[in-house]
């Protein structure tokens, strides 16, 4: 079982920054597939950026250059550094786990942490 809570989340001006964190219980965060998801209003959830057991990092084109994805497995705390933000990145921003298993990956979702960007 693993749960995720967020924190960092804010009302930030535009080109400000911001920093999510995401903190996982248990003893298998070195495995877990991590991932930061963001839902707008009226908005399907997707998915900003990701990273692996291993550090392999990908990002949505919207956030490349801007968001940085990282992990600190002494803290069991994947890490979401957002720079030069934009109105458009308002959104409820979710970490997301995958906790690979025999035969079927089990997935977990923190509670959400909210992003404004507003002058």
């Known amino acids: 079982q693993v749960q995720l809570v967020e924190s960092g989340g804010g009302l930030v001006q535009p080109g400000g920054s911001l920093r999510l964190s995401c903190a996982a219980s248990g003893s298998n965060f070195k495995i877990l597939s991590l991932r930061w998801y963001r839902q707008a209003p009226g908005k399907q959830r997707e998915l900003v950026a990701s990273?692996?057991?291993?550090?392999?990092?990908n990002y949505d084109d919207s956030v490349k250059g801007r968001f940085t994805i990282s992990r600190d497995n002494s803290k069991n705390t994947v890490y979401l550094q957002m720079n030069s933000l934009k109105p458009e990145d308002t959104a409820v921003y979710y970490c997301h786990a995958v906790l690979p298993l025999p035969g079927v990956d089990k997935n977990y979702w923190g509670q959400g942490t909210q992003v404004t960007v507003s002058p």
């Open positions: 990273i692996t057991s291993v550090g392999i990092t």
